[in-house]
């Protein structure tokens, strides 16, 4: 029997996609017996529930007049060394490289070197935040230090390998999903709140910042709604919502479009809809696209990033290139107008949840990595 692991996760508290991954692998970790102790300027917010085995440790922020700006970088170093120090961990898992790896590899010098650091990437970490000048080469020395670092796809790995020119085994660790929670479920009443019962629907989630392409998602819906009766529903918010809704006005179909804001429980909402589109400009992984799918929604994506890791083309949804929206619009009418089609993408859609991304099987890999890190295999 080996023996349980003490683990802070140090991650964003919000409705991103690394926030979410860090905290539904501290819940899943706690469930096998670890000790969990999540690091962060605000509670996680899937951490909903208490757990005897989970632990939250707020990092407290100066507001000495002398600082302009905020010293997180420093302030999460320290609490990681405090919680290191009194709670005997073992390894600290910083979700989101910037600045999540460098306070864990401050912590780890200040403790003298016991501490794995363990960094997983997730996205615009590497992909473009990582890259500006300001980053670069504190961002290339962190994820160097770390004593192990995971990709969530193998498009990111090859990423990170080439663009910051690191030499470095980095393990790929792909998102994952709660298939027992996240399976189509009974939601006739949800889908009369949204639509009439003989017309489709198609959904988006995200956090509305430019790299989602929400205009392109509403340019799309507008295309199929000409050829199939349908509504589309948006779920999330972010800076790219009000010029959205503008969007949705200019072209007068604001009848058919609902904008649901940040949702926290979307199995209802995903069971009632008949397609999700993703036409992301970048998408290291597509966690949304991944919950969808589990619960036997295609998907119309783009061809980026860790997409065509995810979906299979012709299988599980279409993938087209980036901006490419009659092309997009054309799978998805095609798509909801063949029921035979749709049925067979369903199964196949949370056959491959099941099979490839379940919560239980990348929960052991990631399991057997500490193990790795700390030598304990
Ligand atoms: O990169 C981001 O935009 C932020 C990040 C997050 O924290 O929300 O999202 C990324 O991480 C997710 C979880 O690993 C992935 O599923 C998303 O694809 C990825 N987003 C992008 O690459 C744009």
Redo the contacts with the bound molecule.
Sequence with gaps: MKRPLKIGIVC?PTY????V?ATELGKALAGRGHQIHFISYALPMRLDSYEGNIFYHEVEMSSYPLFEFPLYTPALASKIVEVAQFEQLDIVHAH?AIPHATSAYLARQILGGTLKVITTL????I?LVGLEPSFLSVMKFSIEQSDGVTA?SRFLKEKTLTNYGIDKDIRVIP?FVDTDKYRRVECTQVRERFAPPEEKILIHVS?F?A?KRVADVIRIFDEVQKKVPAHLILAGDGPDRSVCELLVRELGIQDKVRFLGKQTELVRILSAADLMLMP?Q??????AALEAMACGVPVISSSV??LPELQVHGQTGYIAEIGDIDRMAKYAVDLLTNDTRMAMFRQACRARAVDNFDVGKIVSMYEEYYRESCSET
Excluded: A, K, P
């Design positions: 964003y991103g996609g690394s926030g991954v989101y997730h996205g615009t970490d992909t969530v998102n956090n910042r790299v992301s970048s998408e290291s992984f597509g966690l990033g860790g």
